[in-house]
């Protein structure tokens, strides 16, 4: 099983629709049992696929709980081999909780639930919120692979150091972990563009997806919709280019033989 955690601390560079489309493709496209974690107390991923609410478990019971199964929380999504770890507000509350309960490890709590569903999933994406808390950093020691998405603007390059740094201070906990990619994604064929692509393909410790998310209508539909990108509009740019991510990710990081 691989996770992969979605990750950046700015907002809007398209952490949840990557995460959601990326976990979609594995599952549908490639035939892989994907668990999709939902990792910000804004539940937007759990709303996507019509699994927020407070009547039944959430991450922040599996991060809390001493000795809570993971698998009371877990939830069948409407697509075949994806189920979600689904989250609410409730994850505010979970965050301080962690800092305050010295009992037992805090950044590790996520990393041992996911250790009960090795043999159910072969990946495991996480959608994360814009912070850097206790959940964050537990879906960092949970991780194999690190992507950051990132779109072309000053604020959002500024940050990118500060990740990579973050990710140098989790190798304590999981000295596994590695950054997969920075990811461009909403580009345009512009020239502040191009430029802020080649821009990022020559920072030193930032390895780079040659895939680039292409601004897209697509997108910005399917936080209404409630469709995966390649089941709205399978033959748009944003499909096209979130299919050849995938891809790229296999072809780099999971063996011929596969991950089980």
Same mark, same amino acid.
């Given at each position: ?144 692979? /690190?992507?950051?998405?990132?779109? $072309? &603007?000053?604020? #959002? !390059?500024? =940050? +990118?150091?500060? *990740? ?48 680039? /998310?292409?601004?897209?209508?697509? $997108? &910005?539909?399917? #936080? !209404?919709? =409630? +469709?995966?990108? *390649? ?30």
């Amino acid at each position: 099983m691989k996770t992969i955690t979605i990750y950046n601390l700015k907002g809007g560079v398209a952490k949840t629709t990557s995460a959601i489309n990326v976990a979609h493709i594995l599952a549908q496209v490639h035939g892989y049992r994907v668990l999709l974690v939902d990792n910000d107390k804004q539940g937007n991923t759990s709303k996507f696929f019509g699994l927020h609410d407070y009547e039944r478990p959430s991450i922040a019971d599996v991060l809390t709980a001493k000795g809570f199964p993971i698998t009371d929380a877990i939830r069948p999504t409407q697509y075949d081999r994806l189920h979600l770890l689904p989250a609410n507000m409730n994850l505010l509350r979970a965050n301080k909780e962690i800092l305050l309960d010295f009992a037992r490890p805090q950044q590790t709590r996520l990393r041992d639930a996911l250790a009960e569903v090795r043999d159910d999933y072969d990946f495991v994406i996480i959608d994360n919120a814009p912070d850097y808390n206790m959940s964050d950093l537990n879906a960092l020691v949970a991780s194999d692979h /690190v992507i950051i998405p990132i779109k $072309i &603007d000053k604020f #959002t !390059f500024d =940050g +990118v150091q500060m *990740i990579l740094e973050q990710v140098e201070e989790v190798r304590a906990f999981n000295p596994g972990i590695t950054v997969a990619g920075g990811l461009i994604t909403m580009y345009q064929n512009t020239e502040l563009h191009r430029q802020g692509t080649e821009w990022l393909n020559s920072q030193p410790g930032l390895p780079m997806f040659e895939t680039v /998310v292409r601004r897209s209508a697509t $997108i &910005d539909r399917m #936080t !209404f919709t =409630g +469709v995966p990108i *390649i089941k709205q509009s399978r033959r748009s740019n944003a499909a096209r280019d979130y299919k050849a991510l995938v891809r790229e990710y296999l072809r780099r990081f999971v063996p011929v033989s596969g991950t089980k």
